[in-house]
């Protein structure tokens, strides 16, 4: 072997020397590698990837330790690695899930509250016309029983039984909406 050895030794690596390395130990990177994942498409990916970057960084790096042992530690922090990266990816797409199904919700709450209103508006606008004035004048202009009655000319007591009537009317169709 060129100037590869298992002991400590500090070394470049030229194309000799790494076609060597991987010969001799791509298998036992792949072995750290699967046996940490299970996964064996991910770990021949991740001993590809420590490899081409063992090549690509071949002119700045300088190992100082045994070559296993450094493939070793490089095949457990890519694995951790792809682990923290695989946890983060699973979050980000659970929070993709959870706001859309917000998103989802507020669109068919949103729907909902405008059929109710329609429905309301409508039900309203069917009172006879005396109960209809005295309700929008309670609920739209927020006018107390008083000034109601005093603006129409008409009891305090006619004016709760218009109220009363509205609101019946209003709670017995819409049953559905009920909780």
Known sequence: MNNIQSDKITFRIDENSFKEIY???????????????????AAKGMVQEIFKSLWERKEELE?????????????????????RNKKIREQHLENIIAS????????????????LSERITALIENLPSQCR???????EQGLSNREIASDLLISERAVEYHISKAVTSLKSNLTEYSC
Not at 30 to 36: I, M, Q
Not at 103 to 115: A, C, G, K, R
């Open 63 to 83: 190992i100082n330790q045994s070559v296993e042992r450094y493939l070793v530690r490089s095949a457990k922090f890519k694995v951790f690695e792809y682990i």
């Open 23 to 41: 010969n001799l130990y791509w298998e036992k990177v792949f072995s750290v590698c699967y046996s940490n994942l299970g996964e064996s498409e």
């Open 133 to 139: 004035r005295v309700f929008k004048m309670s609920r």
């Open 100 to 115: 859309q199904s917000v998103s989802l919700n507020y669109t068919e709450n949103e729907v909902m509250v405008s059929t």
